[in-house]
T-cell receptor
């Protein structure tokens, strides 16, 4: 596609439920990144993929968070047993190669009630 | 990790004024980007500028990698320039290659 696409745009979920957030990177981009932005804050790194591999998972805040990427394309970020502190905008970015210019999607706004 | 400090944290301007935003970073970098986050939350690429100077319309940026800082210049500001400006860098070495480190941003408000 022309840009990075994320779905859903908004997600409201009950505490304790699992959620899946999807990211479609720009076609041909080998690097894919997930970030989290809490209200009024900067961006917090979560995980980075080079191809389908995740060399750096150190930003995942707990074992309730996991991510995968398939076909060097779509990535899914899964949050299990959601908590209220998980409420944030989750942003995905991709770049042609790692270290290259990164382009961001519009984000998924997650609200845990 | 690498520390990224942006200044000023807040900036209020009247339309037509010029401004300079600064980004300092604590280690060698091989990637530096400036983003504008609009009021709807979308991060818009402004510059990919690990070193040197670039210009795009009313905006220009300069990165002096050896002195570990970058500057974003906005001339003849417009109300549509309002939003948060982020600087993000990637380290040149180490296990965190590929990770962008973001500053806390500069909140710019331009009044008509």
């Amino acid at each position: 596609g022309a840009g990075v696409s994320q779905s859903p745009s908004n997600k409201v979920t009950e505490k304790g439920k699992d959620v899946e957030l999807r990211c479609d990177p720009i076609s041909g981009h080998t690097a894919l990144y997930w970030y989290r932005q809490r209200l009024g804050q900067g961006l917090e790194f979560l995980i980075y993929f080079q191809g389908n591999s995740a060399p750096d998972k150190s930003g995942l805040p707990s074992d309730r968070f996991s991510a995968e990427r398939t076909g060097e394309s779509v990535s899914t970020l899964t949050i299990q047993r959601t908590q209220q502190e998980d409420s944030a905008v989750y942003l995905c970015a991709s770049s042609l190669v790692y270290g290259g210019e990164a382009f961001f999607g519009q984000g998924t706004r997650l609200t845990v009630v | 990790g690498i520390q990224v400090e942006q200044s000023p944290p807040d900036l209020i301007l009247q339309e037509g004024a010029n401004s300079t935003l600064r980004c300092n970073f604590s280690d060698s970098v091989n990637n530096l980007q400036w983003f504008h986050q609009n009021p709807w939350g979308q991060l818009i690429n402004l510059f990919y500028i690990p070193s040197g100077t670039k210009q795009n319309g009313r905006l220009s940026a300069t990165t002096v990698a050896t002195e570990r800082y970058s500057l974003l210049y906005i001339s003849s500001s417009q109300t549509t320039d309002s939003g948060v400006y982020f600087c993000a860098v990637e380290r040149r070495r180490g296990s965190t290659l590929g990770r962008l480190y973001f500053g806390r941003g500069t909140q710019l408000t331009v009044w008509p």
